[in-house]
Structure formats: C-alpha cells, structure tokens
C-alpha cells in the first residue's frame, strides 16, 4: 500500500539496463516477512530484510540474471537480450515489473559458497563434525531417561516429550548413538533460501540410526518418545562441545507439532560476522525410509490404541479403530525428508528457473501470511501452510503428467521464474484440493488420502502434504492467489508492491473485514486428561499435534458451518506460547478470529433448511442456532427454519454487525465464552440457550471486538442508542426527496421550469459526522444550540434572458429565491421559509468558501463579491431537516470567464485574479462540489455502505486531531477522497472492506505509508463496483474478468499530470489526491508539508493503540486514538463553552465495561423487546440557542473566528481547531515567519526591533509574539477564557 517501486519509470527500452544497473535496494528490502518453510529451511514469521550494508560482499548468485542481459555501450544488441526485452513485454505488458522481479530476487536470495556466507559454511562444518562424533548411551527406562537428561542439563531441561507424555512405566528402552548421516538440507541447500529482517534458517538433518528403534515403533507414540530423548541428547552434547562459545543452542518445534522438537542454534551476539548474517540453524532428526514399515502408516490406520490412551478403555477390532491420518503422515514425513529434498534436487536440474520461481513463490507467501506475525504483545502461532508444500506445489506442476489432466495447468521447465510463479499464482487460485485432491502419480487410490479434507499426495505416493493444514488455511490461500492472479493479469504494470511488499497484506488487524479477539480455558474446552478419560475426544485432539491447534479446529468447525452464507473466509489465528507450555491447557490462551465478509453479511434473516424436505439437516441447524432457531412461512410459500438478526429499520451501520453478533452467540452456546456487553443484544441473550455439552459450564473465556467501541466516535452526545434506529441517512434523503417534489409542485407558479436540485451537503451522501438531526417545528420547539443546514443547488431550465452583467444578475438571482420562498410558502404553511445573504450570519462549517477575503476588483468596487450570494433556508416541515437552497446559474460561469478573457486582453492583472478567482470559486460551488456529491454517493448507496461509516470515522479522527476543515487543515471532500481510495484501489492486494473499522484502520495505513512525493494518489469510481465479489462467477472467471475502472490511456493522462510536476519539482512531500476529473487536484488543493508529516505521525500512533487494543482485549486506550496531543503547539487558546455552538456534536463518552459478563437468566417477552416496543413519539435532543437567538441557521462563531485569524494572520501563524465544538484553538508560529527581517513598511505582521541587529544594511525586527497574541485575545472577545504559551 506504500506506493510502486522506488524503481523509477522508465519508457523507452533503451534505458533499460541502466534501471537494473542503478535501481535503488531499498525498493526489495521493504519485503516483509518470509514463508514459512519448515523443511526448506525459512522460518515462520520472518521479515524481508531491510537493511544491507553497502560494503557487504554479494551472495553468490545476486546479479546473475542481470548480467545475462545487462548491455554494455559500444557492444552489438544481443539475441538473448532481444528475447529478453519481448518476453518482459508480451508477459507482464511492462518491462519495469520484470526488472522490480528480478532486482527482488537479486537483493533477497541466499546460496552457499559465497564470501558472505563463509563464515556459515565453517561453523555448518563444525556442527556436523560434533554430532558426528557424539557419544552413544546404553539402553534405559524412560524414567532413568529422564533422569539421565536432567543430570547432563544440570535441570535447566527435560526431555521434550509430546502430549500425552511417555507414563514412567512404559516398556520401552530408550538409548543414543550419533547419528548416521548428517547433511545440509532445506532451501540453503537448493539455492532457494531468502534473507529476512529476522535472518533465514539453514536445516540440517541427522538421520536417526535404525538400531534405536523397533519394528512397532510406530504404535502409540513410541518413536515420537524416541525422537524425543534423541533431540534431548543432541542439545546437551551440543551445549558441552565447542558449538556453545559460538550459538545458543535451544528447543523449537517444526510445523507447531510437539511430536516434533528440534534443535535450534542462534549466533551469539559477540560472533560479529554470523550475528551479522542473523541466521538460525535448525538441527531435524530424521529416519532412513526401511527404519520402520512405512506400508503399515497409510492414512485409513490407526496407531493410538484407546487402551493406551484411558486405562481400562476396550480397543476391540483395529480395524473399528478411527484412523490416525495425522499421526501417520507425521512419521511418515521424518522418514522422507530426504526423499522429498531428492526429488526437488531433481526438478532444479530439469529446469533451470525453478529455483528463483520457488523463492518468488515464499516471498509472496510470506507477505500474504500472518503466520508469525504480531497483533500488539501477541505473537501468532507459525502456519502449517508453508513453503515447502508450495514448492512441492509447483514441482508437480512442471513433472506430473497428471496436472494437465487435473487442472488444465501444466508449466513448461523451459518457462521462466516469472512465468513459473504466475502459473502457479493462477493454479493456486482456481484449484480446490479438497474437493479434487491431487497426486503426483497414479500408483495409489488417492481416496484414502482425501478423507480426512484436502490432500496433495507425494511422489513417492505415502504421505499427503497437506496433512495438518487447517481448511481455512487453504482457502485464504486460494483467495489470496485470485486477487494476486487478477492484479498480474489487469494490473501488471502496477501492482509489485501489492504482490510483494504490501504490509497490510499479512496485517491481521488490518486484513479482515471483523476481527475477534477470544480468549479460551483449554482445561474446559479440550478434554480432560485425567480420571474418566473419552478416549475417542483424546484422539481426535491429539491428532492435531498440539492442544491448541485442537481448540483452534473445533472453533473453526462450528463456525465455518453456521456462517457460510455471510462469509467468504473465517479464520482461526492461535496466539504462540512459549516452548516450556506446549502440552499444558493454559487457562486463558488467545486465540484472533478474522472475518471476509461476503456481499450477503448484512442479511436479516440466515435461512436454513426445510425440516420436511431435509430433516437431517434441519436438525444440525437446530443444534447450531438452539432457540434461536425459527420455523418461518417466507413469500414464495415455503416453510424453513431461519434465524432473524434485525428488522428492516435496522440502520447499515447495526447491519455490519449482524456477522459478529452471529460469531458471539455461537461461542457462548457451544463454548461458554461470553462476550462483551454490547456485542449481543437483548434479543439476542433472550433466545440463547447453551449447548447440551455446555449447559453446566462456567463461563471459561471472553470475546472483545473493537468495531463496536470505536463507531461510538462516529455518533454524537444528543443522539442516543435508541435514537440512531430513528435519525439515519436514509430519513434525510428521503425528506430532500419530499422537497424536491414540493418545488418541483410549484413550477407553474415561477418563471422558469425546474431541472433539478442537486444536493451538495454531506449529509446527504452518507459521509456527515453524524445523520442530520431533525427538528420538530411544531409550537416553537424547532430550535437548537446550532442548525446544520443541507445545502443544495436549486438549478433551473436554461433561458437566453439572463443579463450579461455580473451585479444585475445577482439581482435576479435574488428575485428567483424570493419568488420561490414565497410560493413555497403559500404551498406549505407549516414549514418555516426565509430568504438570507451569505454575507450576513454565513458560516465557514459549509465549506463553500476557501476562506479568502471578498473579491473586490477595485477600492470601492464590490459589484463582483461573490460572497454575497443569497438563499433561500427552509425548515422542512414533514422531515425536520433545514435545507439551504442556493441557485445553480449556469449563464453566470460563462459570464465570469468570458470577463476573465477580457480583463486578460486589456492587461487589468489585478481585476483579472479577481475574476479568476470567483470563477474557480463558482466552479467549486456548482460543478465540481456536486459532481463529487454524486460519486461518494453512488459509493457508500450502491456499492460499499461500510464507505459511510468509514468516512465518519475518518472525519471524527482528523476533528479530533483539529486537522478538519478548509481553513485549517484537510478539506471534508479530501478527507472522502482518502477513505474512497481504499475502496476503489483494485490493486492493493486486499479486498475491498465490508466494515467501517477495517476502512478507517486502512486509510490510516494509507496515511501513514504512502511517499506523496515519489507516488501517485488517485480514486478510481468507475472501479468502486470491483470490490464486490459475484457468487456467480467461476474461479477462473474471477481473475480473467475483465475490470472496470480506468482504461490504460486515461491512467496515462493523470500519470503524465503527475509525472510533469514531479519534474517541475512542484510536487512536494504534500497530501495530494487526484481522480480522473480532477487530475491536477484542483477541486479541493494539496494539504501542506507541515500538515502532511503531522497526519502520518499522528496516523503511526493511532495504529499502535488500535494494535495493541486488539492484542490486549481492552479498549481502555482507546480514547488516545481520538485524542491529540496540546504540547506541540506554541499557544492554545481555551474558548468559553457556553458559546460554543457545536459542543454537542462531541462524541459521547465510552462508559460501558469492556469484560465480559455472564448474561441475566431473567426471561425477556418478546413483545417487550425494544426493538419490538409500540411506536411512541420521537423527539432527538433538542437545545435552546445560546445566545437567545432562536432559529439561527448555521451560526458557528468560533469557525468564524478561526477564518478572521487564518485570513490575518495565515502568514505568521498556523491555526488548529476542532470544527465539531472542540474548546481550544491551537496556533503554531510559522518558523519561516520567524526568522529576523529587515524593516519595511509593507511587513504583514506586528513587529518589532531587534536591538543592534541588522538585516543586510537596514535594521532587523522580528514578530512580536507577545503582541500578536494580545490582539488574538482582543479579537476573541467573548469567545476566549484562557490563553496558555507553551514556548
């Protein structure tokens, strides 16, 4: 989301090789975040690695793509360099995408035999030389095992044995030899291995001897308890040889199996040269292939008695046995880690690209993952989706004859790395292995592999690789594949950074539509171990490798099944634990449920099944849903069970919750975890029944989602729970709609007929702070501390009469409003109609103005202020809502331009900038203001409606912040701009946002992230509807579709506006956003330098406080997000509340608790329900004026203020202030301003001498900040309580 390539763009194919020569590193190490490749030697939860040193000797095999095609001056075009040249150009439609490629690979790939790495291939031969020559251990009891670790450790370890542990009596003898083979596997040996922020890990395998094991090994745990002791061993000999003065050496577990520890050595920080490297070496015991009957482990077996799980349990037939598919393939893949590496080694040597391909392939794995990742002070627990198995992927995609026939996608060993990897991208994005499972060969039924779920089987057709992958697992895989598939197919010219550098991509926070943070008691989830054990429970949890990967499985099953409707992907993200706890059932682990919401999530009723047609599954529904579950008669005649979420009052911003609340209830019926307060409503914890297996649980965990807490900023302190059902946008268009017909009711009584009206207020397209407030105007009781009026344009038919001159056709213009005010109000007696000036009573909150003083062509001439417009305000009797009316003259724009022409032929340059300015002011009003109107509306009614909340959320953030507003800070159309980029952007690698969080969470990104100066910004409407996904469409239809949105020629045009002031130098590191309209971001300017690095510091601290809510489960910092800080200004002026008019468009104070309560058991009557309560009268808040003037429309003096201190003293000072009735006027002095001038008489500002100083030959003086904050007090009068200097 940060911006294209720092590679900067070059056209002609000439200079192609001096791009690659000269592009920029640090464009490559941006990449976060590597794949996590447990057999191929990377890591989980590593980041791309962002700083190189430029001394540092290149790796072995960087530039080597470079070099084949670099062309040197005074040498003829090569061949290879020609093909080169049309291959970049017919796969990618861009040279400059291949070039970002191969300069990533270049920058990131790490080989042995380089000088960088010689350090690491010497200790590498030093660890091999250790284990080779370990000491062997005489045969012995578990107990006397561990026992005889504990003596070597000194008790700092044990044996790391997985859950259950080996009982001390077990028969089994346990003993040590150094291992047979030890060699250098994973993708340091492959030439695929990839430098992280975090290093990269080079494994190592030491094949187990055979004389360690038994035939039956494979039965209950027993090799696993061998491996065990045999890892125990090679750390404690490890740390007693010469490898400890150099590494720690430690525990770790492969794939987050605790059937599968290993060792791990980490340079010691006083080792320069490998610290510097920052590498890990993992140490994997491994098996031969004939150490035990691999025949016996096929997936359909069992190899964990119940007898061996729960004393006294009954095995019975073996055959009755459940399988044991995970336990299987577990043991299976120790046996053929050496087979698998083989087969690969093989595949390199068939195709010479395979190597950069698969790297290709973890680099944007990893960036796409969260594995590893961080919300807040949580870490995440490591995938089991990594890149070994995508490597894997893509070498049955070049060897198997049977991936033609499977998919239709074969890869040729003649492609390319570029083509390797979009071939695999785009099989990735249309293939399902679980409902076509996939196998290298057909020498075995891959029946019995598929039973358990997805399944890819091996070359050597005994394990299935995706055995353990959790199924959400893979279908955000496959999700994440269609977007980077339809980015490489449509937007290949643009979308590296989004398919390999975007952090926002593996942002889980950030990522999801609805994130949950959960917080689970294992000892009353998983099952007991202890006493009256359920052997068959035990099993199936101890298929999964660890208890929390069990937890996360069975959350993930029930919710997947009962939201399928609403979602596109439900996502289970376990936080880590430390390796010392991986059997234990921690009491409160965390787990974080993220939510993609489908095109249905705001559905008011879930259908089920029909309990006559389809009983069986009628009563799993009832099984899921309990009480909540009801039969229904719908429209077409039908009789099914249903769940209802809501009425069809229900405002958009309550829809978007439908899917959490859904979420809660399931935890709390099935799993006893209760969520916070206001997650569910009373409805909701009437109809709540627990589940049979929980109807005697305490609760045992807590659900904390932070949508809920953070839309309360969105609302204001008059309008209440109850009230947002009744106040809602659609109720102020459907009271302009009611207007409109009433004026257009009274053509026959005006001069001309009515076109149109055009809205232009925001709270009528969805993005106010708040929906308009109505006013009852009944008996007097229509006023209010302020009265947002709702501007729109009243535009009548054209008419050649109009004069030419500009004072007499304000003239008429006046006599068309009082012509209209008074027909409308003979029509409508009971609405209350008055025709004003802008001049007087005008408030700069309507943002029609920049704030610059009136137009005046002369001393004494004011026939051209435009200011001095006039309108019609009527208080709309039906709706209660006060629109102000202004007339959209188009006659009166050709005349002011035809003026400007004139005044420019006769050199008047003064009354020529006058001109010009009131007529880009004219345009602003009537064109591009409504022209704008019309696109957030279309965006946040007909295609997004969490845009609206998104806006609002924005809005509220910058008000806070006293950085809204034309006069201060970011424009209210810029600040819609931003929140409508991120949904419009089809090629940021994300989906577009079903949730006002999610948006308001991105546009901080956005705000945080983007290079200003080095990238285009620009909003795509035409792109808004290609956010939203069609449930009809294929898979492959999804990314070969075409999209809609700008065409490559009109994104060349904004490009070249863009590229033409990047070279003029005119574009500085200030917030600009453009559309296709508005290319030169005319309409509403550029947001300052200063503002801009306030906005992204600001930004990087809200995102902080919202990470590290969410990690923590609290939103007690909350409030910090929404909270500026005061000490960076140089004075803050406190205003007097009782004048501030708009104090109640504050948000309201967050009061409720955040834990998680126990919900009453009281029964609620359904007819009682608030949502089903009889209608009663409706009156909002309602205050009386504070100046005992009733009925004054618009009337903000402190926004008044803040214009005549920005229009005084805009070159001295910088004015701050909060437009939704903040209490303080922040003022920072303009450092430029500040610095020593010589003395003139033309000086714009209080100044005063410098003693003995001077400036050149005249006296120095400087601004009399003393001064000038006197006169601000003077002219604040009445509005000012306090000052306070804070330098």
Partial sequence: MAGRSAIKRKHASTELATQKKHSRKSEHEAVEHSDSDESMGVSDGEDMSDHMDEDEPKLAGENSTAKSTEHRPGQTVTNAEIMALNEASLLFKTNLFKLQVDELLNETM?????????????????????????????????????????????????????????????????????????????????????????????????????????????????????????????????????????????????????????VVLRPKPDMRRLAKLNCSIRIIPTIAPDTLPLKRLAPGRNHVRFSFLARGASDGEVDELPPTPQYNATLVSDALLTTHITYLHETKDLCAEFARAAALLRIWHSQHSSSGRSVGSQHLMRSRMNGFILTMVLAWLVRSANSGGVSGARLSTAMTAHQLFKGTIEFLAIHDFASLPAQFSNSVDIVEFAQGGAALVDPTASVNLLAGVAPWELTELRMQAQRTARDLNHHSASCFDSVFLSTALSDVVSKYDHILRVEVDLEVLLTTRVGDVDAQKRLYELEHGHPVIAAQSRISKVLNSALAHYTRLISVHAASSIFDSRTKLTRRHVFFIGVVANSESRRLVDLGPSPDAEPQEAARFRALWGRKAELRRFRDGSIRLATVWGTNKMPQEKRAFIVPRMMAFLLQRHFAIYAQPDILLPEDKSALDMSPQMESADPMGAVFELGQSINEFASTRDLSASDTDRVTFEAALIGFDGLQKEIKGLEDKLPLRVLALHPVAPGLRYSSLAPPKPLSVEHGNGDDAYIEPLHVLLEFTSSTKWPDDIAALHK??????????????????????????????????????????????????????????????????????????????????????????????????????????????????????????????????????????TIRLLKRWLSRHMLLGQSVGVPEEVAELIAARIFTDSWNGLAAPKSGLTGFIRCLQLLADWRWKEDLCVVDFAAASNGIEDQQQTRKERIWAPTEGLAANE????????????????????????????????????????????????????????HTSVGVGSDTDLPQVFTTPMSDYSFVLKLDKSVVC??????????????????????????????????????????SNLFGQPNMVGFDPVSLFVRDLVNVYRDSVLFFYDMYGGRHIAGLWNPAFMKNSPFAATLDANMMPVPDEKVGSKPAVAVNKQAVIEEIIRLGEGLVEDCVVQE
């Fill in 812 to 949: 008429v213009k006046t006599a068309f409003l009082l012509r209209v005010a008074e027909c409308y109000r003979e029509a409508h007696p009971a609405a209350q109609v008055d025709v004003c000036n802008r001049f007087f009573g005008y408030s700069a909150a309507d943002g029609l103005l920049t704030g610059i003083s009136p137009t005046q062509l002369a001393s004494g001439m004011d026939d051209f202020d435009y200011e001095r417009d006039s309108f019609v305000d009527i208080r709309h009797a039906q709706s209660g809502l006060t629109f102000r009316i202004s007339l959209l003259c188009s006659p009166e724009g050709a005349l002011l331009e035809r003026k400007v022409q004139e005044m420019k032929r006769a050199k008047l340059t003064p009354q020529a900038d006058a001109l010009e300015s009131a007529y880009r002011r004219w345009t602003r009003t009537n064109q591009w203001r409504a022209m704008h109107h019309r696109q957030i509306l279309d965006l946040c009614q007909r295609h997004h409606p969490a845009a609206s909340l």
């Fill in 110 to 262: 790490v080989t042995s035999g380089s000088k960088a790495t010689r350090d690491l291939d010497a200790a590498l031969k030093q660890i091999r030389d250790v284990l080779v020559a370990m000491e062997s251990t005489k045969e012995m009891s578990v107990e006397a095992a561990v026992n005889h670790v504990r003596k070597l450790s000194k008790s700092k370890f044990s044996v790391p044995f997985p859950d259950p542990a080996p009982p001390a009596d077990l028969p089994i003898k346990m003993a040590f030899d150094a291992p047979e083979v030890v060699n250098i596997v994973g993708s340091y040996a492959l030439g695929m291995a990839v430098r992280t922020g975090q290093g990269f890990s080079v494994d190592m395998m030491a094949q187990m001897p055979a004389s360690l094991f038994q035939e039956r090994d494979h039965l209950n745990f027993r090799y696993f308890y061998k491996r065990a002791f045999f890892v125990a061993m090679v750390r404690v000999l490890l740390q007693k040889s010469a490898v400890q003065d150099a590494f720690d050496v430690d525990f770790d577990l492969l794939r987050s199996d605790t059937r599968l520890p290993i």
């Fill in 1051 to 1106: 994104y060349a045009v904004v490009q070249a506006k863009f590229d033409e002031r990047a070279k003029t130098s005119r574009i500085k590191d200030e917030l600009r956003i453009v559309t296709l309209e508005n290319p030169d971001a005319e309409w509403w300017g550029a947001v300052s330098v200063v503002l801009t690095r306030r906005l992204r510091s600001l930004a990087k601290a809200a995102l902080s406080v919202i």
């Fill in 1142 to 1183: 708009r104090q109640f468009d504050q948000p309201p104070s967050l009061v409720q608790p955040t834990h998680a309560e126990k919900p009453e058991t009281k029964e609620i009557f359904k007819n009682l329900l608030p949502g089903m309560q009889q209608a009663q009268a409706f009156r909002v808040k309602q205050h």
